[in-house]
């Protein structure tokens, strides 16, 4: 694909996004299964059910262009997916685990709040304002994740880790 107009920047920022939605919702289900902590794993399942209605407007947006949603693969989303099975192969223990589970989970919400941050002027300037309204949703929700995961990092009782 070639990118030379603000469309095409557009469209391939849509493509990536819409991969990497795709990616999050499974690793999404992963950190839920393993997290031991109650309220962490309630938070990873409400955004995953987040993450398909932000799909679901992703699709919306393909929509008002006529053309099926496509997948673009979003090498940074890869690379944290892969970050994150790195550290997991290490074994850490379940308090560690638990909270480095948070930490990735807030380091992929801070990339697809600029994805959308990005994404939201390109549809405003190709006219595009339903679709702008529709990724701005998005991005409210992604930023309410992650103040929510921010709260419950702060909140985290560190008294099992230990300090060295």
């Not at 391939?12 to 997290?35: F, K, P, R, V, W």
């Not at 962490?40 to 995953?48: D, K, P």
């Amino acid at each position: 694909m070639s990118v030379d107009t603000i469309q095409d920047l557009f469209e391939h920022g849509l493509e990536n996004i819409y991969h990497a939605e795709h990616e999050l919702l499974d690793a999404l289900d992963e950190l839920e299964s393993n997290t031991e902590r109650e309220e962490i794993a309630e938070a990873f399942a409400e955004h995953r059910e987040e993450t398909q209605g932000h799909i679901d407007r992703l699709e919306e947006v393909f929509d008002m262009f006529g053309e099926p949603p496509e997948k673009e693969e979003c090498v940074g989303i890869e690379g944290l997916i892969e970050e994150y099975e790195e550290f997991t192969s290490m074994e850490p223990s379940q308090e560690v685990l638990d909270y480095h589970n948070m930490a990735a989970a807030e380091k992929t919400e801070h990339y697809e709040i600029a994805a959308y941050g990005n994404l939201i002027p390109l549809a405003d300037q190709i006219g595009m304002d339903e679709a702008a309204d529709l990724l701005e949703e998005n991005l409210r929700e992604e930023q309410g994740a992650l103040d929510e995961l921010k709260e419950l990092t702060e909140t985290y009782e560190m008294d099992a880790i230990p300090a060295e």
